[in-house]
């Protein structure tokens, strides 16, 4: 399987690019926003791809990175959320978006996607809030593991520093809100407000904690 391309940008349309990597062309579908973020004709690119094979069809879809993919691959795994769908999602939301809306259990938010009906988005906010921990806690070790950032990508992810001897859930719950862009003495402060209302609870139920300590009052 295609998982990453590295080539020059040979045709941009709306919704797809054509990369040349070493004279063969990918035709491969992106988000809005991952478009928004690409450079123009004749310039480098690098993107993540996934590969989805229908009876008829083969289609390549591309992500600025890993994280990005995998949400990709997570919203596809909701029943009635093909390809397009999950794109769209994406190209609305962004993964932080996705990952906040599915923490809270927003399911108003994921509707604003292009395509995206009530029943949909309460169907992916059901099935994916037990599964979405793992895929946010990923995004900040992305970028480290390859040793590189992917083109497009400008997002800093601040390390989140480890509480002394945090239960496994915390320690997830702490990534996940680092992940999503909050600093660490407030991600911390909330995990442990959280932990404290509910001493036995588990990641996720975490994450929606903290998450509403953390929102904006008023």
């Known amino acids: 399987m295609i998982g990453k391309l590295t080539g020059r940008i040979d045709y941009r349309a709306a919704d797809h690019v054509l990369i040349d990597v070493r004279g063969v062309g990918y035709l491969v579908y992106c988000s809005e926003r991952t478009m928004a973020g690409l450079p123009g004709v ?5 993107l993540f791809t996934d590969l989805v094979v229908r009876e008829d069809l083969m289609q390549l879809f591309g992500f600025p990175t890993l994280a990005e993919k995998e949400w990709h691959r997570l919203l596809m795994s909701v029943q009635g959320v093909g390809a397009k769908a999950a794109l769209a999602i994406l190209g609305t939301l962004g993964t932080d978006g996705v990952s906040r809306a599915i923490a809270l259990g927003d399911w108003s938010a994921v509707k604003a996607a292009k395509g995206i009906g009530p ?15 793992s895929v946010m806690a990923m995004g900040g070790t992305v970028a480290q593991a390859l040793g ?13 520093p480890a509480a002394p001897a ?7 719950a702490l990534s996940a809100l680092g992940n999503l862009g909050y600093g660490p003495s407030d991600a911390a ?18 994450i929606r904690a903290a998450l509403k300590l953390l929102a904006p009052k008023g």
């Open 148 to 160: 590189e950032i992917p083109a497009g990508e400008t997002q800093v992810i601040e390390p989140v």
């Open 166 to 172: 945090p239960s496994t859930a915390q320690a997830d």
């Open 42 to 46: 004749g310039q480098p690119c690098a």
């Open 119 to 133: 029943k949909i988005a309460q169907r992916i906010v059901l099935d994916l809030k037990d599964k979405a921990p």
């Open 189 to 206: 402060a909330a995990v442990a407000q959280a932990a404290g209302d509910a001493p036995e609870a588990e990641t996720p139920a975490l």
